[in-house]
């Protein structure tokens, strides 16, 4: 994975909750207010999946394996402490986070596809062999 797409990882993710829970309350009428407010739970669990795909990213220099991978995550939670409460109008979070939500099952469809083509392939194909 690319350090970019890591970077993004944490707002993609804060995004498509955010678009499913505002068609959710849309769809039940629960939204009456007509805007939600920003979780710290919510920017904490995008940390989470960002921590976990640290792992798989192709660092490019070391320093980036050893700074950037903590501090980013830390500095994505401290955000998330800073705009706990703040409230966005649902029709926006719908906007942004369904079209967010398609880009995310289409690339998980693109990469299933790829690791399936790639593991039907011999290993002494793949440079793992002897």
């Known amino acids: 994975m690319r350090v970019t797409t890591w970077m993004a990882m944490p707002f993609l993710f804060v995004s ?28 904490g669990a995008g940390v989470a999946v960002n921590v976990v795909g640290g792992g798989m990213v ?3 220099w070391a320093w980036q394996r050893v700074v950037l991978r ?8 401290a955000l ?9 109008p649902v029709v926006a979070v719908v906007v942004v986070g369904v079209p967010v939500l398609a880009l995310l099952v289409a690339q998980y469809v693109v ?3 790829r ?13 793992y062999g002897c």
């Not at 849309?26 to 939600?36: A, E, F, I, P, Q």
């Not at 998330?80 to 966005?88: E, H, K, L, P």
Request: proline share 3%; charged share 15%; aromatic share 6%.
């Open 16 to 43: 498509a909750v955010l678009g499913l829970t505002g068609v959710a309350g849309l769809l039940v009428g629960s939204t009456s207010t007509r805007d939600m407010a920003l979780s710290v739970a919510l920017f």
């Open 58 to 60: 192709a660092w490019r």
């Open 70 to 77: 903590w501090a980013y995550p830390a500095g994505v939670l």
């Open 80 to 88: 998330g402490i800073a705009v706990d409460g703040v409230r966005v």
């Open 111 to 113: 990469e299933r596809r």
């Open 115 to 127: 690791t399936a083509a790639e593991s039907d392939e011999p290993l002494a194909s793949s440079g």
